[in-house]
């Protein structure tokens, strides 16, 4: 490179100064200085409200998300989710742009419904909001009505519709009013005194392995109870390669969904991504609705199919049965490698619900445990199940706090592996402990999201990743003295 050509640094660094930084972001005094942050969040552990809005979206048949707002927020929940499956994320945006955020996006929002229902013959448009149509204070209610009398759609045509500002929560908060939106526009008013359809609404929350989707259909199959799984999204995210493109595939059967007011059940298996939707169902039908917790291990496995088995009078199936048996012997077999293990795991609440009663199942302690958009509510729960166990003793809760803080917190108080999400690896890089990849989103594995982590064969899973990812990690730092063929 000649001179005139050779770039300037405005600041030259030492090569001892960036060693020095490294050094000290190490330390308990930058520790203290990182966890005092308030006025930034680095790497946060969740996504914004509108992406949880579109995975509803995709989990029912036929329906097209429509995000009111800016074109790049719909490109970045497109992308994310399409990213994780590795499937396509169909969806479309009305594309405010600055003269919407002066004069409304009433405009957007009529010209786009105009052409979505054009050009893609959807059966419903689900409709949510990014960031901008929230902060100007976009009348949705109106706006879409208003589409109606200017016969832009047809007056019974469904348009279920969501406010999910992103300023607020997390994905998980998103997720929630766009179901409850979309099973009270299409259920709401069809209660019929009397009639029982002899079926199970099935609600997994914010989850995006399809894996659990199946592994739930696979369980009521063993019970013979039919279900309606609100929102499934196993087919759309999870589709035979066969050379015809399919924008539309799978999802939740709309007329099934009419239905949901005369199911003999309700249950769903998260609270926190499921609350307005639960609290809409209890109110408009007589019928049990159950929250309960994600079925993640042994013990909350059989919550969930001991109340399945209470509500439809079925005994657990033999081959459930069974199952579990297996599990409790691979448990056993494994809990040598887990005893004492201390772990970091991040997530939303009710996976990590989950996961640490898993942990604890096993003699591990989740030692720091990070939600990064929370509660002192959630932490208390949380408290409460560590207090079950002498594993859960010196546990740490860390509510509201991203990932640059837990990697202080591994990096002065240390942990044998980490558990979370793919953004979670620049952490286990620098400190060289392993990750075990789980929850929403994983980019940079394949397949994972098609292995369930629910159930006992989900849990045979998590034990199996769990435990080998461990050994993998002796077998690669251990001395030559101690590389065994036999673990
Ligand atoms: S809604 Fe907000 S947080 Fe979400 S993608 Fe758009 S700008 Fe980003």
Same mark, same amino acid.
């Given at each position: 490179m000649s001179e005139q050509c050779a770039i300037k640094k405005v600041t030259e660094i030492t090569t001892e100064e960036v060693d020095?930084?490294?050094?000290?972001? #190490?330390?308990? $005094?930058?520790?203290?200085?990182?966890?005092?942050? $308030?006025?930034?969040?680095?790497?946060p552990a969740h996504a914004c409200q509108p992406l949880g809005a579109q995975l509803v979206a995709h989990g029912f048949e036929s329906t097209l998300p429509f995000v009111h707002g800016s074109q790049g927020c719909a490109s970045y929940y497109r992308s994310s989710l399409n990213r994780?499956?590795?499937?396509?994320?169909?969806?479309?945006?009305?594309?405010? @742009?600055?003269?919407?955020?002066?004069?409304?996006?009433?405009?957007?929002?009529?010209? &786009?419904?105009?052409?979505?229902?054009?050009?893609?013959?959807?059966?419903?448009?689900?409709?949510?909001?990014?960031?901008?149509?929230?902060?100007?204070?976009?009348d949705l209610t109106s706006y879409i009505q208003n589409s109606r009398n200017e016969e832009i759609i047809p007056q019974d045509y469904p348009v279920p519709y969501a406010n999910t500002p992103s300023f607020n929560g997390s994905h998980v908060q998103g997720y929630d009013p766009m179901l409850?939106?979309?099973?009270?526009?299409?259920? &709401?008013?069809?209660?019929?005194?009397?009639?029982?359809?002899?079926?199970?609404?099935?609600?997994?929350?914010?989850?995006?392995?399809?894996?659990?989707?199946?592994?739930?259909? =696979?369980?009521?199959?063993?019970?013979?109870?039919?279900?309606?799984?609100?929102a499934d999204i196993s087919e759309t995210f999870d589709s035979p390669l066969t050379g015809t493109y399919h924008p539309f595939p799978g999802g939740t059967p709309l007329d099934e969904t009419a239905d949901v007011l005369n199911s003999q059940a309700t249950i769903a298996l998260q609270s926190y991504s499921t609350k307005a939707t639960m609290k809409w169902m209890a109110e408009n039908t007589d019928a049990p609705v159950e929250t309960l917790p994600m079925p993640i291990g042994v013990k909350k496995t059989d919550e969930m199919l001991l109340k399945i088995s209470e509500l439809f009078d079925k005994p657990v199936p033999e081959e459930l049965i069974a199952e579990r048996g297996r599990?409790?012997?691979?448990?056993?077999?494994?809990?040598?490698?887990?005893? #004492?293990k201390k772990f970091a795991i991040y997530g939303d609440p009710d996976w990590l619900l989950g996961m640490v009663s898993f942990l604890l199942e096993m003699g591990a302690k989740p030692y720091h445990i990070l939600c990064?958009?929370?509660?002192?509510?959630?932490?208390?729960?949380?408290?409460?199940?560590?207090?079950?166990?002498?594993?859960?003793?010196?546990?740490?809760?860390? /509510? #509201?706090k991203d990932l640059w803080h837990? =990697?202080?917190?591994?990096? @002065?108080?240390?942990?044998?592996?980490?558990?979370?999400?793919?953004? &979670?690896?620049?952490? @286990?890089?620098?400190?060289?402990?392993?990750? /075990?990849?789980? &929850?929403?989103p994983i980019i940079d594995r394949v397949n994972l999201h098609r292995y369930p982590t629910v159930?006992?064969?989900?849990?045979?899973?998590?034990?199996?990743?769990?435990? #080998?990812?461990?050994?993998?990690?002796?077998?690669?730092?251990? $001395?030559?003295?101690?590389?065994?063929?036999? =673990?």
């Open positions: 020095r930084i490294k050094a000290w972001i #190490n330390t308990e $005094e930058y520790k203290e200085k990182n966890l005092a942050r $308030e006025a930034l969040v680095v790497n994780h499956f590795r499937e396509p994320a169909p969806a479309v945006s009305d594309a405010m @742009t600055e003269d919407g955020a002066v004069f409304g996006g009433q405009n957007n929002l009529h010209e &786009g419904l105009e052409n979505a229902y054009a050009l893609y013959k959807p059966k419903m448009i689900a409709v949510f909001t990014s960031f901008m149509p929230e902060v100007i204070g976009d409850k939106s979309i099973v009270e526009c299409l259920g &709401g008013g069809k209660r019929v005194e009397g009639k029982n359809n002899g079926r199970l609404n099935l609600i997994p929350g914010f989850d995006t392995c399809t894996g659990n989707y199946r592994e739930y259909k =696979r369980m009521m199959k063993a019970f013979d109870i039919p279900c309606t799984m609100l599990v409790v012997d691979a448990m056993t077999d494994a809990h040598q490698y887990l005893h #004492n990064s958009r929370s509660n002192k509510k959630f932490a208390k729960v949380l408290q409460a199940l560590l207090d079950t166990s002498p594993y859960g003793a010196d546990c740490n809760i860390w /509510i #509201n837990l =990697r202080s917190l591994c990096a @002065t108080d240390p942990v044998d592996a980490m558990i979370g999400n793919c953004h &979670g690896k620049f952490i @286990t890089r620098d400190l060289g402990i392993p990750l /075990i990849r789980a &929850g929403y159930g006992y064969q989900g849990t045979m899973n998590l034990l199996t990743w769990t435990v #080998n990812t461990l050994l993998d990690q002796v077998d690669a730092t251990c $001395e030559d003295r101690n590389f065994e063929i036999m =673990r």
